[in-house]
């Protein structure tokens, strides 16, 4: 548990200097309910329609979702495109703070 905490400790860091790309694989209502600070919403089902992807290269991404099962497939999908991802699983499990509501997505 103390391990889980360090690790979500070091993800927020890595997120809020701009190291990795956070992206929430829910749907736009999941995500208004509650999600990691400056997490980027980009449901699974945008992801498997979208042709191209607009992130840089260089950029690591890390998904999540609820449980981790979508971010596994958003994993998979963006992997195939050249990026370098990493499926953090689900934010049941995340124990650090939420936002919710987000004034850039209606």
Same mark, same amino acid.
């Given at each position: 548990?103390?391990?889980?905490?360090?690790?979500?400790?070091?993800?927020? !860091?890595?997120?809020?200097?701009?190291?990795?790309?956070?992206?929430?694989?829910?749907?736009?209502?999941?995500?208004?309910?509650?999600?990691?600070?400056?997490?980027?919403?980009?449901?699974?089902?945008?992801?498997?329609?979208? #042709?191209?992807?607009?992130?840089? #290269?260089?950029?690591?991404?890390?998904?999540?979702?609820?449980?981790?099962?979508?971010?596994?497939?958003?994993?998979?999908?963006?992997?195939?495109?050249?990026?370098?991802?990493?499926?953090?699983?689900?934010?049941?499990?995340?124990?650090?703070?939420?936002? !919710?509501?987000?004034?850039?997505?209606?």
């Amino acid at each position: 548990h103390k391990d889980m905490l360090m690790n979500q400790t070091k993800i927020l !860091k890595a997120v809020r200097n701009q190291d990795v790309l956070l992206i929430d694989v829910r749907t736009k209502e999941a995500y208004l309910e509650g999600y990691i600070p400056k997490a980027v919403l980009y449901p699974l089902s945008e992801i498997q329609r979208a #042709k191209t992807f607009e992130f840089p #290269k260089n950029q690591t991404i890390f998904v999540y979702c609820r449980s981790g099962r979508r971010s596994g497939i958003a994993r998979k999908i963006l992997k195939k495109h050249g990026y370098k991802v990493k499926n953090i699983g689900g934010i049941i499990k995340w124990r650090l703070e939420i936002e !919710k509501g987000n004034p850039f997505v209606k």
